[in-house]
C-alpha cells in the first residue's frame, strides 16, 4: 500500500491507470470536480442546518462552505479557460454507496459520527486522487493546480476526524472509522475505474 494512502488512513490505493484515463477526460474529469466542490459546501451547509446548537461545529463549517464554494468557482473559471462545458450534474455511485450504510433510527449523535466520518472518507479519498493529479498529469499547469486542492482536502479530513472526536467517546469514533475504512475500500474494489469521474 502507498504510504501516502496509509497516512490518510485508507485501506486501497487507487489503481494508478486511473490518473491516466482521466488525463484523455480532463473535461469530464474538471465537471465532476466542480460539481463535487458543491456538493461539499451544500453537505456542510445542511451539517450546519441540522446541527445549530453545537457550536464548534458551526464555527468551524462556515468559513468551510465558503472554501469550497469558492473551489467551484475555481474550477468553472478553469473549465471557461479552456472551451470546457460544465454539462449536467451525474449520479456519483461512490458517494451513494457510502450512504447506503449509514446508521438508519439511530440517535442524533450516531447519524452526527456517521455523517463526520463519511465527509472525512470522501475528502480523504478526493485527497489522494488530488495527488495523482499533482503528479501525474502532463499539463504542468493543472499538476500545480490540483496540488493546491490537495493540501485543502487533507486540512478538510482532519478537521472533520478533529469534530467527531469533539462530539463523541474517542474509542467509539475509532471502532466507527475503522468500520468506514473497510466499507469504503471493499465500494471501491467493486467499481470499475473511471477517467471521467473524480471517485
Known sequence: ????????????????????????????????????????????????????????????????????????????????????????????IYVNELLKHRIKGGHRED?????????????????ERFRLLSEGLEDEYLREFYRKFMISEAGHYRLFIDLANKYLPGDKVRDRWQYWLKVEAEILNSMEIRGDRMH
Do not use: N
Open 111 to 127: 447519524f452526527l459520527l456517521d455523517q463526520l466520518l463519511i465527509f472525512a472518507l470522501i475528502e480523504a479519498r478526493s485527497c
Open 1 to 92: 500500500m502507498s504510504s501516502k494512502v496509509s497516512i490518510l488512513g485508507l485501506k486501497l490505493p487507487t489503481d494508478p491507470r486511473w490518473v491516466d484515463l482521466a488525463s484523455i477526460s480532463l473535461e469530464f474529469i474538471l465537471s465532476d470536480h466542480a460539481f463535487c466542490e458543491q456538493k461539499a459546501a451544500t453537505s456542510c451547509i445542511s451539517l450546519i442546518q441540522a446541527y445549530p446548537e453545537r457550536e464548534e461545529l458551526v464555527f468551524a463549517l462556515a468559513p468551510i462552505v465558503t472554501e469550497e464554494w469558492g473551489h467551484f468557482r475555481q474550477v468553472l473559471a478553469e473549465m471557461k479557460k479552456r472551451g470546457f462545458q460544465l454539462g449536467r450534474q451525474r449520479k456519483d
